[in-house]
């Protein structure tokens, strides 16, 4: 038996129908053809999957689509402004935090969601937010300084 | 069986459900991640409990806390009342899974999941909570110690929903810790933890609570650890003693994440850690949450 649900993704609603087991990552991917989230581990270890869900991130293999029926989803398509990429994405580039690229989606989300809830991280807190989320090409001292830059310049706008 | 979902606005729709079959999933950070896992299949009747109204609040009143099942993690650690006077719990949410996991994962499904790892089943058990129970015929109110009946087991009958937590409030002097060994800094599971409540006054130690996590089929309390600290100075000696009855009192098992003999021997170790912390904090000391870090290397003896 399929249920059907509204799924707001980057600001577009889409209708779908969907078995009730189908992970938000599935839904997503497949049947709304957004494939920048990654599947790595799926089962929340790795955090390529992560998403923002009404603003928080969620490791999106190991969450229900139908749970988000009406929530606001965040992926890291909805990051850019048109071809303009968001300071974290440029910040990634600028210094070489990506390399496969396979964790950068999640990587970008997962620091999102860190500036948002602390402006001023110490590096410190850059490397524990982002410990759920692995790299492979050991890109970690490119991203830490990537996110840590991008809030340093919001600070002093 | 086809599969069903639904999404419960209330206490009586989820009921209901409950009553025809259905069991519940709130974030879905151990029943999605278990069924991804191998551990138990997703059930085929599904029944979303995180949207019902008034479940999602943390209450103080006179004798201590009320829990909601829906309070999350991350509400846990950004508490004021929480971090001041429940520290032990703070400690142990801001070290489940990842924000990912914290912002979503709720209170209620960590307790009935019923994990002998759980970070925050030995902050509640040393506070004495008890889950609060609501079915169709009623609701009752059940201790943790008795909740808890063996790994991923619980008391409760599968019509039944936790709606929420009550947690006593400590007395006066009374300072908490949770430590944990890790060898990640997020989304890990418990090595080993240990969990210590204590009181104090200017003649010394007059209350202690410590309980294992991960070294037992429960999180269970070790009452020869407290009775190490209780009426003592709160000096080395005691501690050491309570660190060793501590490790006494556990029968941990060998799995992926540690050998039994390993875990034998951080018990005491991580016992120790965590009754410095809460020793510290109960004379006034700032010990930054979560304890896990901050004690990292005993730095705080």
């Known amino acids: 038996m399929t249920v059907p649900a509204v799924l707001h993704v980057n600001g577009a609603s889409h209708e779908v129908e969907l078995d009730p087991h189908t992970s938000l990552l599935d839904a997503v ?24 869900l009404d603003g928080k991130p969620v490791n999106s293999c190991s969450y229900l689509a139908l749970q988000a029926d009406g929530r606001e989803v965040t992926t890291v398509e909805g990051l850019a402004d048109g071809d303009e990429l968001a300071p974290l994405q440029r910040a990634f580039l600028e210094h070489g935090g990506v390399q496969c690229g396979f964790c950068t989606p999640g990587m970008l989300i997962s620091a999102t969601a860190l500036l ?15 410990s759920g989320n692995l790299c492979r090409c050991t890109g970690y001292g490119g991203i830490v300084g990537a996110v840590r830059d991008v809030a340093q310049a919001r600070r002093s706008v | 069986m086809t599969r069903s979902f639904t999404s419960a606005a ?34 085929d009747a599904i029944v979303a409990i995180d949207r019902i109204e008034g479940l999602a609040a943390i209450d103080e009143h006179g004798v201590g806390l ?13 508490s004021a009342v929480i971090r001041a006077r429940f520290t032990a719990l703070a400690d142990a949410s801001a070290i489940v899974g990842s924000h ?40 009752r109110t059940v201790p943790l110690e008795e909740l808890w009946t063996g790994p991923g087991s619980t008391d409760a009958r599968p019509d039944e929903l936790l709606v929420g937590l009550d947690v006593p409030a400590p007395t006066d002097g009374t300072g908490s810790a949770y430590v944990r060994l890790e060898y990640r800094r997020q989304m890990e599971i418990a090595i080993v933890g240990a ?28 009452p020869e650890a407290e009775a190490a600290l209780v009426g003592s100075d709160g000096g080395d000696e ?8 501590a490790a006494a009192g556990s029968s941990p098992i ?14 005491e170790v991580i016992a120790g850690r965590a009754i410095v912390a809460a020793l510290a904090r109960a004379r006034g000391e700032q010990i930054a949450i979560p304890a896990s870090a901050a004690t990292r290397g005993g730095a705080t003896r």
């Open chain 1, 116 to 130: 948002r809830t602390n402006p001023d991280p110490s590096e410190d807190d850059v490397r524990i937010a982002l």
């Open chain 1, 29 to 52: 991917r497949d049947v709304i053809g957004l494939t920048g989230s990654k599947e790595g581990c799926d089962d929340s270890e790795c955090g390529a999957c992560m998403m923002l």
């Open chain 2, 254 to 267: 060998t799995d992926v994440r540690g050998s039994a003999e390993y875990r034998s021997a951080m018990a």
């Open chain 2, 66 to 78: 009320r829990l909601g099942a829906l309070v999350t993690h991350e509400d846990i650690v950004m």
């Open chain 2, 238 to 245: 005691p501690i050491a003693a309570a660190a060793r009855a």
């Open chain 2, 10 to 43: 209330t206490i009586e729709d989820a009921l209901t459900a409950l009553g025809s079959g259905a069991r519940p999933v709130a974030g879905g950070t151990d029943l999605v991640v278990g069924a991804r896992q191998g551990k138990a299949p997703l059930p």
């Open chain 2, 100 to 139: 990912a996991t914290r912002a979503h994962g709720t209170i209620g499904g960590n307790v009935m999941n019923a994990s002998p790892a759980m970070d925050t089943g030995g902050p509640l058990l040393c506070f004495g909570a008890s889950a609060i129970l609501r079915s169709g015929s009623g609701e």
């Open chain 2, 195 to 222: 969990t210590a409540v204590v009181s104090v006054d200017a003649g010394g130690v007059t209350d202690a609570r410590v309980a294992i996590t991960a070294l037992a089929p429960t999180i269970r309390r070790v």
